[in-house]
């Protein structure tokens, strides 16, 4: 098992960064001193190597803003609904009706 920095974020979240040193099973390997065809492939993240970080990852922070957007433009789009429902009612009461203007004639 060969060790990686790491990096944990407020989202909790992770990812694995860079090597930091190689196991006696990958340096076997690199030595040509083994018979496995295969290189190591556990990957483990000592205590030591890992970096928190008070802010959400990429991925996280790309969503958050396409939530954003979305809540901002949904808005938009219900205050606009609203505006021409108000405009409608107001154009309603505007102008007579067919029967009102027979009543007013008599």
Do not use: W
């Amino acid at each position: 098992m060969c060790f990686y920095r790491g990096t944990v974020y407020k989202c909790n979240h992770s990812e694995i960064g860079k090597k930091v040193s190689d196991c006696k099973d990958q340096r076997d390997f690199l030595a040509g001193t083994t018979k496995d065809k295969n290189a190591c492939a556990e990957r483990r993240i000592h205590s030591m190597n890992r970096v928190r970080v008070d802010a959400n990852c990429r991925k996280c922070q790309r969503l958050d803003a396409l939530k954003t957007r979305t809540r901002n433009t949904f808005l938009s789009l219900q205050e606009n609904l609203e505006k021409r429902k108000a405009a409608a009612g107001k154009y309603d009461m505007e102008t007579p009706k067919a029967g009102d203007t027979d009543e007013a004639d008599e």
